[in-house]
């Protein structure tokens, strides 16, 4: 089993926070003391180099603005932009053919079609009652027959 510091603890001991048991484990631990004082001597390097480096003075960062500016000004960006330009093209060509339906030619029904169902609705037209109710018209007819001979019977 390993009882070492994970990275993760040495960072936060090194970053300052404090805790009894990584400080205790750094104080009997050789490998994890030497570890954490690598992690430090690095952050403190770091840090002085970055301190160096704003420290400069103000001269050295105008001279590197005119040589930055210097560099660009003589770069030939035109293929650069008409690389661009033709690959956004192609880019819009293909969404459009990707995005575009195709014609799909119209069925329309034919005369025979028109002419059946026309003469359908004529006979509808035609009707005294129309067909879901032509059951009930027939139970009322049959009513009244059995009705009237009951009247005759009497």
Known sequence: ?????????????????????????????????????????????????????????????????????ERLSTQDWYPLHWGWVVAMVAVLITAILLTRTPNVPKSYPSEDADNALLQAVQGDLNRDVPQALAPAVLIAEERSEILSKRRLTR
């Open 1 to 69: 089993m390993n009882n070492h510091l994970n990275e993760d603890q040495i960072a936060e001991w090194v970053l300052g926070a404090s805790d009894e048991h990584v400080l205790r484990h750094l104080e009997t631990c050789a490998a994890c003391a030497r570890e954490a004082e690598e992690l430090r001597s690095g952050l403190a390097g770091f840090r002085d180099a970055v301190h160096a480096t704003a420290r400069r003075d103000p001269s050295f960062w105008k001279n590197q603005q005119l040589a930055v500016r």
